[in-house]
């Protein structure tokens, strides 16, 4: 009885194994349409907005980075990150205005522009998605 | 020429399992092989870093140097120690049915793999804003690639660099090629080496047909995949930790040396992927060492010093690091003065208790969780016995550990932190519990 007890239990396995094999295929399968029918623009590298900036600060160490938006971990909208990224090894002081050169991201251009000013730097470049670099001592 | 790095990875691996081992045809070729390049890649990640700091910036010849020194040192030393010999011992038929169903399984799921990684070539979030980013710092940094230790906490400036230095290895073979191609490539070979690992390890315990499944039913879920392919650092502490479970149940039982000295060397690997890994690290050797001294009440253990100084060996770079290079953590067990637990109660326990249990039932896992749950329950006496109750307290040992660091949260929202952490610790312990639960549910009478 023992037997028959533990093959039965060892055959329910292997068919379970089986049958969830299964379902993770049918799900990949679906997966598969899903991305071919989703996604037919190419991916774009995360901080392509402040791409442009690289030849601009092009051997600056440290550059500092304000925002007017929300900068905590659970609500920030990784743009902070994505400037550090795609700028990198350059290091990105956010918060920080004591830099010669300072990346302003605000909600609006107008708003960034104003940023600018309050930190005595004047913008030298816009990015066409409003990304603003602002220099002291222009 | 990326092919060439990952070549000589592999026989670093290989030779150095094969000097490590006194009867090194008792592991069987597939699990030597993929140890191999699990270890080897990890050696050469290591180098990569130990070259970093000794020249001060990153320089792919000396790299390639270090690479090839030590190699020809591993080479010179098996011939001289005849380890080779053991070679001769090896038949493998590619025409088997068996053979031939592994190689289409993998060829299969490598078209898939690549399918799914170039469509989100640059990673997911934290794999582009911590590890490839830090990746730009090691290759181009020059001089200043210590600047990562200073960069925003957003960017977790604390996080070991094993990931980052492994592809920085590989970028040093040819250093013409984008750098996505790199980290694209890294995370479906670890993809695939972790099924591979997972596959040679079940075939010592079980039917070699069932631990195929076992690496089908790993392969083939659609979160593995997506997770895997995201480029986190989560695959190489999935391998490192299933790589750490089977030499440690091997080593137990054969009492060998050589193998303890590979557990260790691997649990120093896992040390230097994630802050994780150094909990998960030293809480194996922990349990090891409880169960050996304390359950078995043994006096003396043979395995003690090859298993530590094979571990010291690799943790030594976790220790550099750590000690004279990165900032303090700031968010794991913070009881600095500022640091206010508001976590810390009946709430925030319900709150996490209920957040695990519904990662188990989460669609996105297709009943996985469950089927194991099954699993353990049909068998539940055979996880206390032998080494598989160290294994086992591992995972309660564990999820006690993250119980008291969720608890202990400070700076930010718990059940944010939950939603972003929670997926991906069962990402990375699903190879070992799979390899746990089959080795054990499946368990050949001989073994």
Known sequence: ?138 | MVFFAYLISFLLGYCAILNLLKRPSSLPPGLHCALGLSLGLGISGLLTFYGLLLYGRFDPALIIIENLGLLSGLIFLSFFRKKFNALKSISFNPWDPFSITVILLFLTLTVILSYFAQKHPFGEWDAWSLWNMKLKFLIYGADHWKDIFQLHWHTQPDYPLLLPCINAYLFAFDTAQDLTTVTLTTSVVLALLCGWTLLGGLKLFIDKKIALLACALLLSHPYYIMMATSQYTDILLGLYLLAGFITLKLMIPSQDKGTATLTGLFLGLLAFTKNEGIALSLLLIGLYAIDHFLVKRKKKDPLFIPFTGGFLTTLSATLVFKFLLAPPNRDILNFSSTGQHNYFGWNGLKTIIEFFILETVNPRWHFLWIFIGILIALKLRDYFRGENRILTLFFTGYLGILLFIYLTTTHFDLTWRLTRTVERIFFYLMPSVIFLCFSIHWQKKES
Do not use: C, W
């Open chain 1, 1 to 138: 009885m023992a037997i028959k007890a533990n093959s039965a239990v060892k055959i329910i396995s292997i068919s379970l194994v089986f049958f969830l094999i299964l379902v993770q295929l049918i799900y990949l399968l679906n997966l598969f349409v899903i991305f071919e029918k989703g996604k037919t623009s190419p991916v774009q590298e995360p901080g392509y907005e402040f791409t442009e900036l690289k030849l601009k600060l092009k051997d600056t160490g440290r550059v500092g980075f304000i925002t007017d938006k929300d900068m905590s971990p659970e609500g920030n909208d990784g743009k902070f990150l994505e400037a550090q990224y795609i700028l990198a090894p350059m290091v990105l002081e956010l918060g920080n205005s004591a830099n010669r050169f300072t990346i302003v991201d605000s909600s609006n251009l107008t708003r960034g522009l104003a940023m600018a000013e309050n930190i005595g730097a004047v913008p030298v470049h816009v990015t066409p998605y409003g990304k603003i670099l602002a220099e002291k001592g222009h």
